[in-house]
């Protein structure tokens, strides 16, 4: 798995060596189920988004399914139903581990799911300073080959993850869904062109400043910029912008940073590389 996260960060020119439970309601739709073949399990969970591409309603579920078929036709105002569903297993018998196994995944997404709507400030903290740490242990141990752990590096990367970056997108996607509130593939475009073209080289400059002085090198902090920065946006670029249309196109915005966190795995990796790589006085 490292392997291929480090190919596909070199690919994205991000990276080079240097010289380095609670359910859903998504707003404007109605779900009526209009299959089912065979059973389902205890649990199901599913998200749906009205006026997707093409005109067909976008279904994503959750749930320990075994042997069947589940299916739901997501009518929105003004839109065209669709059908979405997900496949088990096409064998005569099911294996009692295999449901187990899908009902531990169903209460982890339910839980969390609660836990979003009783705390999410805090829930999205928790997240970002795992994957957060996650990257950075990626960066040190995968792409930088550290004989040791730099733990006062990890600690302080965490840190930004849990007090900077869970609590500033929660707001920032809050303020982003109350400013822009056309809907559709529209209003997910200027979403977009505020979040990477105004809001995201304002962050990673924020950020990058942040992890060099709180690692004590307050005056390489101009240096770094001038020598990561524009580097930074780029690569932000052109991992986030195909992610976050799909992200603000189709995610209800309560779980949009947990989107957001998953492919912010990939991102920590980048951004803790830039971010200690040695700056170059010229």
């Known amino acids: 798995m490292a392997s291929i996260l480090l190919k596909t960060l070199i690919g994205f020119g991000a990276i080079t060596h240097p010289p380095k439970s609670s359910p859903l309601h998504p707003n404007s739709t109605r779900i009526s189920p209009i299959s089912c073949r065979n059973s389902y399990s205890r649990f199901g969970f599913s998200v749906h988004s009205s006026n997707p591409l093409f005109g067909a309603a976008f279904s994503v579920g959750f749930g320990a399914m075994s042997q069947g078929f589940w299916a739901s036709n997501a009518v929105s105002d003004g839109g065209s139903g669709g059908d979405g569903g997900f496949r088990g297993s096409d064998g005569s018998g099911g294996s009692s581990g295999g449901d187990e196994g899908g009902d531990d995944v169903s209460s982890i997404f339910q839980w969390y799911s609660m836990a979003l709507d009783k705390h999410p400030v805090l829930t999205k903290s928790i997240t970002s300073a795992l994957l957060t740490l996650i990257g950075d242990l990626i960066c040190q141990l995968v792409i930088e080959q550290a004989s040791k752990l730099d733990l006062k590096r990890s600690l302080i990367f965490t840190t930004l993850g849990f007090a900077l970056v869970g609590p500033t997108l929660h707001f920032w996607y809050l303020s982003l869904s109350n400013l822009v509130t056309t809907t559709g593939a529209s209003g997910a475009f200027l979403r977009l062109l505020l979040d990477q073209f105004l809001f995201s080289p304002i962050f990673i400059g924020v950020f990058l400043s942040l992890v060099v002085i709180l690692e004590g090198r307050p005056s390489q902090v101009v240096p770094k910029l001038k020598q990561e920065w524009p580097s930074s946006v780029v690569a932000n670029w052109q991992l986030w912008i195909p992610f ?39």
């Open 244 to 282: 976050q249309f799909l992200n603000f196109r189709f995610v209800p915005q309560q779980f949009q940073v947990l989107a957001a966190n998953f492919v912010a795995l990939a991102w920590n990796v980048i951004l803790s590389f830039k971010a200690h790589r040695e700056v170059v006085l010229k």
